[in-house]
Each structure stands twice: as C-alpha cells, then as structure tokens.
C-alpha cells in the first residue's frame, strides 16, 4: 500500500475551486504551502518566503515576484504556463515535481534517500528501486546523490517507485543518444 | 556537396571570390560541438572537473566564460551526461549564445523574447539574470511548446512566462519592456553546416516570405520596448533580405531608434553590407554584425543592436 494519504494534502479538497486562470495563493494559502514544505521536506520557511506562488487546476507553480505586475495585462495574451509546475494535486495527494525538487536540491533536509551509485544508475535510467525501510519515509520521496538531488520517487511497500518524466529518463549508455537542445 | 545554387550566387556577391571556396569548405566542416555552463544549476569549475574527468576535453570560447568548445575521442554523448539530466549543461551552438551576450540582460530585467523556442536563449537569459525579474517567452508555434517547457524546467528557471502568441500581438504592448531579444524565424542559410536537410529545403521565395514576416516583427519588438531599452534583432542566415534590409526596414521607419556597437572578444565578425543588388541601406548598418562561418569557425549568423531613444 502506498505510504501517502489524503491527510498529507496541502490544501482540504473541500477548498478546491476549478481554476482554469492562474491565480496567486493569497495570504493563508501561501502560509499553509510553505509550512507544508517545511513540515514534509525541511525546506526552511524563510527561503520560500522569495517567490510567489499560484495556482491553476489543483497544482501549484512557483515563479518570481515580478509576475505579479503583469499578471493582469496578460489577461490579453494566450499564456501556457507561468513559472515552474512545483506540486501536483495539492488538493488531493500532494506529489511533488522532480523539476521543483531539483530547483530546491539542498534546501531539503528531510524526507530524502540517499542513493548508491549503483542505484543512480539504475533510478537514472527509468527503474525501480528496492529498499527495506519503506515504512521510514512520507508522500513523496527525494532521491540524493552526493550533494545532487536527481528526481523523486514513491514508496510502494519497499519499493520506490520511479517517478521521472519519460523524456529525461537516461538512455543505455552514454554513447546511444543524440544531443538535442539547441536550435 | 549540394549547396543551392542561388544561394552561391548570391553570397557571391557579398564575398570576394577567393573567400567563396572558403565558404564552401566551412559549410562542408564539422561542426564543433558546443556547451553551455548553466550557473543557475552549477559551478563552471565543478562542471569542467566532471566532464574531463568523464573523458571530455573542453576549450573555452574566448568572448565568453559560459561557453565551451567539446569533444572527446571515445563517441561519448554529452546529453547522456548526470550534468545534462541535472540541467548544468546545455547543449548550445556557439553562435546561439551570442544575441543573449549581445543583449546584456540585468537581474530584475523585464525581457521578452518574441520567438523563444526551442529555448537556449530563453534559459541563457534566465541564467544571466540570476532568477530574477521576468522573461516573457513567446512561441506561437504550439508544436515547438512542449520542447520550449522541458528545456526551460530542466534548466530551472522560475522567472517566465511562456505564451503562445503570434509575435505581432506584441505591437499592443507600448513601451512595456526593458530589453527585447527577435531571434526572428529565418531561411537558416547558417545552419548548412550541420543540417543538410536545409540546403535541399532553401528557396529564395522563403527568404522573400521570411523578410515580409520578419520586417513586421522587428517593429512589434521596437514598438513594445521601452525608450532607452535595448532591441537584439538576430538570424542564423547570411541573406541581406532578412538581416541587414531589416534593419535597414526599421531605421528608415522609425526615428526613436539608432544602432548600438557590437563586439565579441577573440571571435572574427564582419561588420553590415551597406549595399547588396543595387539597393543601398542606411550607413549606421556597418554597426551590425556578420558572422561567416569560414572566418569565425562557427556557424553562419547575424545581429544588430538597436537602442530605443
């Protein structure tokens, strides 16, 4: 069974509205999101006091103070996203993203797992990590290697389940993929 | 090799002759293989150590800290790299970096980049402003978004938008922005190094198409700046049509503006034809920037600098 459960949510799921505009968490909101990450993943609550959060459906994006002067002149414009997609179905079971949870790296002090090398190759290229302490660890996992975090994973009995975006995952060696980001 | 011969023609009246053979073998070169060090993500120093210690060799490129030549003798693929998959790294051709040198971006900045995808210059701006102030990152075409996004996510940037608008909207917005950077859609006469495909897919009908739509851009890019802001207008193609005619475009029609030097240390530049095919352009355009892939070792571009008074 899985270790997460509805009482870790940030948000209760009675407070959900169907929001389809980007909409900046007011006051409360924030405070309860920051608490959140610092009650599950020891970010310290000061740090996250920087950003400005907002929310469209039930996830929440992390962007810069500055959105907030633009916010209604963009109203015009066809926006796709805004800032960083920084957890998924707050509302519901919290997941944090692997690109956010990488952004934090070593602001987080709590709730992670620190993988061999054998198992970051293994986690870096799309597979399943067995463990024998799955009970030890809340919601979602953050997977460390040395001073790196690589990604996230969920507990799933003594398993931790592979979490990253199918285009990031690692191909076979380091010599079988093109390169690929520029234009 | 194929080159277009109407292409040939008309570099042949851009260059002397001797420099055409040049060319030619420039065009039929490999490629150097180039990086970029993303400090929102990592230490150049840090980065270097690993990807030396993995076999690569790395020579830093002169006008800029960020950037680096790669190779290695083994067919290692730098995108198959922990420094790629953490975004520390990214993948970027040394001419690509220039128009975001060029546009010196500040932290706190308001920038928009009117044509961001599939995102170099989007995260390298994102990088240079440490975080801060905004990007807003336009791509009207929706198939190129999702790169644009994975790219931006990976190199962990927070402060952008991305919205999917055709460049021209941005004409409503007078006067908004601190910088613009118009990497503007072009005939990709640079990219014939590396992309054969574009020599077969070239015509002079799409650097005619290009031209119209780019003169309409570079004025929604001058027209949403703000006075005293910065406009980088750049293309990866040699055609006069769509850089230096642009420019030209923008400085016969607007009286706000004037052009801004350009320089990279250690990289061979030309400077702007102020004449091609019997039309002569305004003579501030020797100001702009030619980047020939036989002088410069890198791939074919162009800039211009233009600042809003």
């Not at chain 1, 975090?149 to 389940?161: A, H, L, P, S, T």
């Not at chain 2, 706190?108 to 210059?121: E, H, R, V």
């Not at chain 2, 309409?216 to 001058?222: D, G, H, K, N, R």
Request: charged residues 30%; aromatic residues 10%; contains cysteine.
């Amino acid at each position: 069974m899985a270790s997460q459960s509805k009482d870790r949510r940030v948000f209760h799921s009675q407070d959900y509205q169907e929001i389809k505009e980007y909409e900046e968490l007011n006051g409360k909101q924030k405070k309860i999101f920051i608490k959140y990450l610092s009650e599950v993943y020891g970010i310290d609550q000061t740090f996250m006091c920087e950003f400005v959060f907002l929310k469209r459906g039930k996830d929440i994006w992390i962007t810069t103070k500055a959105t907030k002067n633009i916010l209604g002149f963009s109203r015009s414009l066809k926006i796709n996203s805004i800032g960083m997609r920084a957890i998924r179905n707050a509302f519901d079971v919290p997941k944090i993203t692997t690109n956010f949870a990488i952004l934090l790296n070593n602001k987080i002090t709590k709730n992670y797992y620190n993988i061999t090398e054998k198992e970051l190759e293994n986690y870096t290229h799309g597979y399943d990590i067995d463990i024998t302490d799955g009970q030890k660890y809340k919601n979602y996992l953050i997977l460390k290697y040395n001073n790196d975090v690589f990604g996230v994973g969920v507990i799933i009995e003594n398993k931790i389940k592979n979490q990253i975006p199918k285009g990031r995952v690692l191909k076979n060696s380091l010599t079988e993929i093109e390169d690929v980001d520029d234009d | 090799m194929f080159l277009p011969p109407t292409f040939l023609s008309k570099m042949e009246k851009l260059l002397p002759k001797d420099e055409i053979e040049d060319l030619k073998t420039a065009i039929d070169t490999h490629l150097r293989k180039s990086i970029r060090v993303n400090t929102l993500r990592g230490e150049i120093k840090e980065v270097k150590e690993s990807l030396i210690n993995q076999g690569f060799t790395l020579e830093n490129m002169p006008w800029y800290k960020y950037g680096f030549f790669i190779s290695n003798d083994k067919k290692l693929r730098i995108g198959n790299t922990f420094e790629h998959y953490l975004g520390k790294i990214y993948v970027q051709e040394a001419s690509s970096m220039l128009p975001v040198i060029a546009l010196d971006p500040k932290e706190d900045d308001f920038i928009l980049d009117l044509a961001a995808a599939p995102g170099s210059k989007t995260t390298q701006l994102a990088m240079h402003m440490n975080n801060t102030g905004l990007i807003v990152a336009n791509e009207p075409q929706i198939q190129r978004i999702s790169a644009l996004q994975e790219n931006i996510d990976r190199s962990g940037c927070i402060n952008y938008i991305i919205t999917r608008n055709d460049g021209r909207k941005f004409s409503q917005f007078k006067d908004m922005f601190d910088k613009v950077l118009l990497d503007a859609p072009c005939s990709g006469e640079g990219t014939f190094q590396k992309d054969i495909k574009a020599r077969y897919i070239w015509s002079q009908n799409k650097v005619i198409q290009d031209s119209r739509l780019q003169k309409q851009l570079i004025e929604s890019a001058i027209i949403a700046c703000k006075p005293g802001g910065t406009i980088i207008y750049s293309t990866c193609t040699l055609s006069p049509e769509e850089d230096e005619e642009i420019i030209d475009y923008a400085l016969n029609k607007y009286n706000n503006i004037k052009l801004g030097k350009i320089t990279f240390d250690g990289l061979q530049t030309s400077s702007g034809n102020i004449e091609y095919n019997g039309k002569e352009y305004n003579k501030e355009i020797k100001k702009v920037i030619k980047v020939w892939p036989h002088k410069a070792k890198i791939e074919g571009f162009f800039i211009a600098k233009i600042i809003k008074k």
